[in-house]
């Protein structure tokens, strides 16, 4: 079964820490994708990757960036972490016109 | 510019009472129709792909269908186990998915 793993279900950091969200796919997608969701906001794009070492700027990437050293992982980094982001981060892989497979989410809560 | 719009943002189903989900969109070119289930604090889960107008997928109690401006989900003697939040995107060739605000599902015994 395909999977799309992220590495934890909940984190709770302190504002200013420098956060790492990782993801890792193991079905050779060279598309994956970063979003938050919040209620009443639904899924916004943060950032996606077309191939390692791309990256490209979603919909709300101020106050983070990405890493894509390896075909099968995109990390996802906040520089300085801040109350507004808490939320749940969802990361996703596709091939080509399938759909995304989305893994299981972090639940991310900054004090 | 392109945009993808579901209703109702919520809805109260008894057990067993069938209703659809609707889902519009204006894109530029559709590449592919997509709908999710999700459960509260987890990833979305991918239910069905739909590429062209007409065609239709089943699964269990859902059925979806596609025309050239929207799709439904329509949902036939509901269980209190398919509650969950229900999400539709499109592909408008752009290598990355629309999606709509989602509708919250809630079917009670």
């Known amino acids: 079964d395909v999977k799309v793993t992220q590495s934890s279900r909940y984190l709770v950091k302190r504002t200013g820490e420098k956060v790492f969200l990782e993801c890792v796919q193991d079905m050779d997608h060279e598309n994956m994708f970063w979003y938050r969701q919040d209620p009443g906001l639904g899924l916004r794009l943060i950032y996606f990757?077309?191939?390692?070492?791309?990256?490209e700027k979603g919909d709300i990437p101020e106050g983070y960036s990405v890493s894509r050293e390896k075909k099968e992982r995109f990390s996802l980094i906040l520089e300085s972490a801040s109350t507004n982001q808490t939320s749940m981060y969802l990361c996703a892989s596709r091939l080509q016109r399938d759909g995304y497979t989305f893994g299981s989410g972090t639940r991310l809560t900054v004090v | 510019e392109d945009q993808v719009t579901q209703s109702p943002e919520a809805l109260r189903l008894q057990e067993g009472e069938s209703s659809s989900l609707n889902c519009s969109y204006t894109?530029?070119?559709?590449?592919?129709l997509f709908w999710y289930r999700q459960d509260p604090g987890k990833g979305p889960e991918f239910l069905f792909t739909l590429y062209s107008a007409g065609e239709e997928k089943e699964k269990e109690r859902l059925k979806a269908t596609l025309t050239k401006k929207e799709s439904f989900l329509h949902i036939t003697a509901p269980k209190p186990e398919d509650s969950a939040t229900y999400l539709c995107?499109?592909?408008?060739?752009?290598?990355?998915?629309?999606f709509g605000q989602g509708t919250e599902l809630s079917v009670k015994p």
């Open positions: 894109v530029s070119g559709l590449r592919g």
């Open positions: 990757s077309y191939d390692v070492k791309m990256k």
């Open positions: 995107a499109v592909d408008n060739q752009g290598g990355k998915l629309i």
